[in-house]
C-alpha cells in the first residue's frame, strides 16, 4: 500500500493520476499548503526539500520513501512493469519515454516554477512582474512546441499511453492562466480533451475536488 502527500492541483497531480492508473491500494494524505504544512516538522522528516509531493512506500521491508514527482512515477512504474505506461527495455521508444520525461520535468516545469514564483528569482521585488510575463512567453514557446509533436499523434509516444502524457496533462492545467493557453492550440486541444475523458484523471480530479469542465 503506497501513501500520497499531495495538496490538490499541486505536483502530486502525475503520481496520484499514476497510482489511478495502477489500480493499487493507496491512501492520500493531505499537505496543507494554506498554513505550510510542507514546512512543518513531520512533513520536513519525510521530505527535507519542504515540497509537495511525498510518496510513502509501505510494501517495502521498511517503509521506503521517495520524493519529486518524476522520482515517484519511475517508482511506481518499477514497482508494476505490467502498467504498459512505459516501453520496454530495447524498445526504441523507451528513449523517448526518458526524452520526454525529462524535458517536461527538468524544463518545462522547472521554468513554470519561475513563472509562478519570480519573486524568488530577483533582488528586486519591482522587476518580479517582467520576469513572470518572460516566462510566460517562454513557456508558451514549449507548449507550442509540445503541440506540433503531437500534430499526428495520439499521444507523446505515439499509439500508447504512458507516463509523460500524464505529467504533461498536469503541467497544462497549470498554464490555463496563460494569455495563450494550451487548450487554445489546436492538437493540445485535443489530446488534452481526451486524457479528460480517463478514468485515472476523473476520479483523481473527484478526489481532489477539482473541476475538468474546461477540458469538456
Not at 132 to 150: G, I, N, P
Not at 170 to 190: E, K, V, Y
Amino acid at each position: 500500500m503506497y501513501q500520497l502527500f499531495y495538496y490538490p492541483g499541486n505536483a502530486s497531480m502525475a503520481p496520484h493520476f499514476l497510482l489511478e492508473e495502477l489500480q493499487v491500494e493507496y491512501q492520500l494524505r493531505l499537505v496543507d499548503r494554506e498554513v505550510e504544512a510542507q514546512k512543518s516538522a513531520d512533513y520536513l522528516q519525510l521530505n527535507p526539500t519542504g515540497r509537495i509531493p511525498t510518496l510513502v512506500d509501505k510494501e517495502a521491508a521498511a517503509d521506503l520513501v521517495v520524493f519529486e514527482s518524476s522520482a515517484i512515477c519511475l517508482h511506481l512504474l518499477d514497482k508494476h512493469p505490467q502498467s504498459q505506461l512505459v516501453p520496454s527495455l530495447g524498445d526504441p521508444l523507451r528513449s523517448k519515454f526518458y526524452q520526454w520525461l525529462m524535458y517536461l520535468n527538468n524544463t518545462v516545469q522547472a521554468e513554470l516554477m519561475i513563472y509562478f514564483y519570480p519573486e524568488k528569482h530577483t533582488l528586486d521585488s519591482s522587476g518580479a512582474q517582467a520576469i513572470a510575463s518572460r516566462q510566460e512567453q517562454r513557456v508558451t514557446e514549449m507548449f507550442v512546441l509540445l503541440d506540433t509533436e503531437l500534430a499526428d499523434k495520439k499521444y507523446l509516444l505515439g499509439d500508447q499511453l504512458s507516463v509523460c502524457d500524464l505529467f504533461l496533462f498536469m503541467l497544462a492545467d497549470w498554464a490555463d492562466g496563460f494569455s495563450i493557453p494550451p487548450m487554445s492550440m489546436q492538437n493540445l486541444n485535443r489530446y488534452l480533451k481526451l486524457l479528460a475523458q480517463r478514468p485515472s484523471i476523473v476520479q483523481a480530479y473527484k478526489n481532489e475536488g477539482r473541476s475538468l469542465k474546461l477540458y469538456q
